[in-house]
Structure formats: C-alpha cells, structure tokens
C-alpha cells in the first residue's frame, strides 16, 4: 500500500539547518519529491530525486534517500525566515504518476 | 506564463447545496489531477485526466462528487449534495510529458461545508 509519514511541526532559528524527515512505503515509487506551501499560496515543487539516487544537492538544499530504510529528508541550510512553510513529502508511482502525499510539516523560524 | 488557476479561491456552502469547482490547468498541458486535502490530513488524489479523458479515478469518494473535462480543457469537480465532511481544500495540478511530467499545482479551492 501507499503510505507516507512525516512529523507535524519543526521550529528552527535563523541561520541554523532544518532537517525535514519522511518515511515511505511502496518500494515502487519513481521519484520522491518535496513541496513547498508558503500561506495562501499552491504547492510549489521545492525539489524531487529519482528513486536510484542516494543524494541530490540544490544550493541550500539536500535530499537523501534511504532506500533500504525508505526514509527521505529535506535539509536546508541557513534557514532563512522566508522559508516559514509547510513542506510536504511525496513519493510518485504507476504509470499514470499518482502522487502520494505526507501530512506536511510546518516549519517555522524564528529569528 | 499563466500557472494553474483554480476558481472560486473559497466557497462557505451549506449542507445538501451544490458546489462546482473551476480548474484551469497550464496550456498545452493534457494532464490534470485534482487532489483533496481535509484539515489536519494528506492531500488524497482524487482523480486524473489524460485531455477529456478520465484515467484514474479511483480516488473519488462517492458519486455525490462528478469531475468533468470537456473539450480536454478546463475541469470542474462538482459537489451535490455537499456533506460536511466535504470541507478541506482542493486541489487541480496539471502537467505535460514534454515538462518530465512534473505536476504544477494551483493555488486550491477551500470548500467549507456548513
């Protein structure tokens, strides 16, 4: 089955490193990506990393990938304030690229 | 470019009333999905279109919920009759193979049920 689960709520200071974990289940899974959702506004795709990846690096954010453990995290460095928002964890699958979402995970900085 | 509008942005409803939502999706894009996000839970698909076409709907809770595409264009989700455990926010993302099938999501509806 399709399952993803990701803490509730993290709270960091300005300027240190979050680290936004996430664990999935269906080993099939193509891509896993991260979403961003700043208030009133959609969901922006933050970053995503194929599933034969173990690490991926975009400038203040890196993705790794457990495969084995099926456990995914988001850190971002030097949190900023701007980077208050909800960031959701899903795993894509099929042929038709369903999208399974966490819960999402408020992050919240305090400067 | 425009992205993903989705219309209205909030819709305040009673019980056993009727409710359709407006998605328009990216231009060129033939795929569009619509998702549901009920307070404090996931964003649950719901169900995707390939152009008019409805290639997944196994999301869809119950036939009270219709989603139509006609012309392969815009989508509207119809509510009838709306039940309270209806509220939450939905969700269209639309996406194309050419853009490595990366679905872009509008900003949401909220459906608030009364």
């Known amino acids: 089955g399709e399952d993803v689960e990701q803490s509730l709520f993290l709270s960091v200071r300005e300027g240190d490193s979050s680290v936004i974990n996430c664990t999935y289940t269906?080993?099939?899974?193509?891509?896993l990506y991260w979403y961003k959702q700043e208030p009133g506004a959609g969901l922006q795709l933050l970053t995503y990393i194929f599933s034969n990846m173990d690490m991926k690096q975009d400038q203040r954010l890196t993705v790794l990938l457990n495969k084995k453990d099926k456990h995914l995290s988001l850190r971002i460095a030097d949190t900023q304030t701007g980077d208050s928002a909800i960031y959701f964890c899903?795993?894509?699958?099929?042929?038709?690229?369903?999208?399974?979402f966490g819960i999402g995970t408020k992050l919240q900085v305090i400067p | 470019e425009a992205g993903v509008t989705q219309f209205p942005s909030h819709s305040v409803i009673e019980k056993g009333q009727t409710v359709t939502l407006r998605c328009d999706p990216i231009s060129g894009h033939d795929n569009l999905y619509w998702y549901r996000r009920v307070m404090g839970k996931e964003i649950k698909f719901l169900l995707h279109?390939?152009?008019?076409?409805?290639?997944?709907e196994s999301g869809m809770p119950n036939n009270r919920f219709l989603a139509e595409r006609t012309g392969g264009t815009y989508s509207t989700l119809k509510v009838q009759p709306a039940e309270l455990e209806d509220s939450g926010v939905y969700f269209c993302?639309?996406?194309?193979?050419?853009?490595?099938?990366?679905?872009?999501f509008g900003p949401g509806t909220r459906l608030t049920v009364l």
């Open positions: 279109f390939v152009k008019e076409s409805k290639q997944d």
């Open positions: 899903a795993e894509v699958s099929g042929g038709y690229q369903k999208v399974t």
């Open positions: 993302a639309s996406s194309s193979v050419a853009e490595h099938n990366e679905q872009f």
């Open positions: 269906d080993s099939s899974s193509t891509y």
